[in-house]
């Protein structure tokens, strides 16, 4: 079995950490041209360092032999202001992902398990994300994670 350790991003983590974003867009942008466009850089040093810093994201990476073979990033969301509402506060998954060289080694129920370990410091009602449709992969891991759907976002072309 592979030997992977899991711990949090730092400043330089940038390029490993990119290329798993960019496989993550390129299965985004062949599924949804028309809302992705093409890009090298999915996300940028700007943004990736804001992610790093900040001490209401959780972001860790799984890493094998010095490689950055998986990620995942929550974001611990305000509590909402809306009177209509309950208060709650929320843990919302911004991105899991595993290296396509490196899957079906469980890395990805590590990282969501240590994601989901490290939200419950934050005192968070739920865990909460967004998968697309086409992603059958990734529905049928969340779902084994004992995820559920909430709710659906629906469109039509126009």
């Given at each position: 079995?592979?030997?992977?350790?899991?711990?949090?991003?730092?400043?330089?983590?940038?390029?490993?950490?990119?290329?798993?974003?960019?496989?993550?867009?390129?299965?985004?942008?062949?599924?949804?041209a028309d809302i992705?466009?093409?890009?090298?850089?999915?996300?940028?040093?700007?943004?990736?360092?804001?992610i790093a810093n900040?001490?209401?994201?959780?972001?860790?990476?799984?890493?094998?032999?010095?490689?950055?073979?998986?990620?995942?990033?929550?974001?611990?969301?305000?509590?909402?202001?809306?009177?209509?509402?309950?208060?709650?506060?929320?843990?919302?998954?911004?991105?899991?992902?595993?290296?396509?060289?490196?899957?079906?080694?469980?890395?990805?129920?590590?990282?969501?398990?240590?994601?989901?370990?490290?939200?419950?410091?934050?005192?968070?009602?739920?865990?909460?994300?967004?998968?697309?449709?086409?992603?059958?992969?990734?529905?049928?891991?969340?779902?084994?994670?004992?995820?559920?759907?909430?709710?659906?976002?629906?469109?039509?072309?126009?």
């Open positions: 079995m592979l030997e992977i350790a899991i711990r949090d991003f730092n400043i330089d983590d940038f390029k490993g950490v990119n290329i798993l974003m960019n496989q993550v867009h390129k299965l985004h942008m062949d599924s949804r992705y466009r093409k890009t090298d850089e999915p996300i940028s040093n700007k943004d990736f360092l804001r900040d001490n209401n994201i959780i972001s860790i990476l799984a890493e094998t032999n010095s490689i950055i073979v998986g990620l995942c990033i929550i974001s611990i969301k305000p509590v909402s202001s809306n009177i209509a509402l309950l208060a709650r506060k929320v843990a919302y998954m911004e991105d899991l992902c595993v290296h396509q060289d490196y899957r079906k080694q469980r890395i990805g129920k590590r990282l969501f398990n240590e994601a989901k370990d490290r939200t419950l410091k934050f005192n968070v009602d739920s865990l909460e994300l967004m998968v697309w449709e086409f992603n059958k992969n990734a529905i049928d891991f969340y779902e084994n994670q004992g995820m559920n759907t909430r709710s659906r976002i629906m469109e039509m072309k126009l």
